[in-house]
Structures are given as C-alpha cells and as structure tokens.
C-alpha cells in the first residue's frame, strides 16, 4: 500500500520567516495529494491540495509544489503568522479511495 | 456547510466493555472513515465505508468493528476495550466522486480505557 513520509516532526519559525514541510509518497498511481491543518483541540482542515497534471499551486501565502519524477511534494507558507501554529498533514490518494497520511509537522510560529 | 458531528467529546471506559462511537453526517456523502489520531503516529485509518451496509479494513482494523445502517451514520465498535485503544478517534466524510477526494472531519473522541 501507499506510504507517505512527512517532515520535519516539528519546526520553529519566526513570525514573518518562511516555513516549508516536505513529504514523500511510494505508489507512483497516486494522484491527488492534500493538506490538512489541524489547530490545538480542533478537527484538521483542508487547506490545499494539487492533482498530479499541476506542479505548482498557490493560495495567497500557502502553496503546494509536486515532483512526480521524485515523488515528493511540498507545503510552503511565507510571511508566517502566530495563527499558523498548528499540525499540519500531507496525504496521498488515487482520487477517489482514501487517504493515507504523513504523520504530520508542528509548526510554531513565534511573534 | 458540511457537518460532521460524533455521539461524545470525551469517554471513559473499563478494560472489557464493549463502547459504541458513533458519527453522523448531514451532507449526503456516500463515503465515511474512522481514523485514530496518536501523538507521533499522525491519522491511522481504522476502517471505512463506500454505502450503506459495505464496510472495508483500513490500516489498524484489530479489535474494532464498524457498522453502516444508514448512509448518514458510521458507527465505531470496540467489542472489548482495551487501554492501548485509548486514543482519540475522528470521523470523517467525503463524496465518492473521481477525482475529488477532500475529507471533512468531525471534532473528535477521546476515549481513555482504565
């Protein structure tokens, strides 16, 4: 089955700095590749996600890179915020089957 | 507004009962999950469901069962708790629709087996 590799477990940042959490997939079938974030005591969110026909996708100061070659992808958040201390969690799927998660980063935001 | 809600917040259970965790969802998705979230161990699914009355192993099938009556309800069973299934449980919906695949969550169970 699919395995997906996440990190780092944790990262620091300073309010302003630039954070980037890098995951890895085995099953080259996959397709669809989210990320959720999940706050403190909160259920995890989709914040984005990319298909395999686009390598690069942005939402505002988040975005999403894919190498299918490598099988790796990317979340890259600029100009972090306190509100972005959460965990974050990549995924991998074929579409319409299920997730299968990394083990997700922390990331804390220091003002 | 997608909603997924689930039957408690927080549970406490003896070692050897039987505990039922259910979850609901308003939104007409055919399909529904139920992950155990551990520190270190990110979402692990447990089991899911495609319809009503199919069921499917996930990950970490071992000592819990599922039951799907309903298209709106996914129930959780743990025929005979046990501490190391003390956790905290999601469940979560999506459409089965190719392609498109995002998961809503609900706010979570924590169960702790003494």
């Known amino acids: 089955g699919e395995n997906v590799e996440q990190h780092p477990s944790t990262l620091s940042v300073q309010e302003g700095d630039s954070a980037v959490i890098k995951c890895t997939y085995s099953?080259?079938?996959?397709?669809?590749f989210p990320w959720y974030k999940q706050e403190l005591g909160k259920r995890p969110q989709l914040i984005i996600d990319i298909r395999s026909n686009v390598g690069e996708k942005k939402d505002q100061r988040i975005a999403v890179t894919l190498n299918k070659t490598a099988k790796h992808f990317s979340l890259h958040i600029t100009e972090t915020q306190p509100e972005d201390s959460a965990v974050y969690f990549c995924?991998?799927?074929?579409?319409?089957?299920?997730?299968?998660f990394g083990k997700g980063t922390m990331l804390l935001v220091s003002p | 507004d997608v909603k997924v809600t689930q039957s408690s917040r927080y549970l406490v259970k003896r070692t050897g009962e039987k505990v039922f965790l259910e979850c609901v969802q308003d939104?007409?998705?055919?399909?529904m999950f139920w992950y155990r979230q551990d520190p270190g161990l990110g979402l692990r699914l447990i089991y899911f469901s495609y319809d009503v009355k199919m069921k499917e192993k996930g990950d970490i099938p071992e000592g819990y069962s599922v039951s799907r009556e309903k298209k709106e309800r996914f129930s959780l069973i743990l025929e005979s708790a046990s501490t190391n299934q003390t956790s905290m449980y999601l469940c979560a919906s999506s459409l089965f629709q190719k392609g498109y695949n995002e998961q809503f969550f609900g706010p979570g169970t924590r169960l702790t087996v003494l």
């Open positions: 099953d080259s079938a996959s397709n669809y």
């Open positions: 995924a991998a799927s074929m579409g319409y089957s299920t997730l299968t």
């Open positions: 939104m007409d998705h055919e399909n």
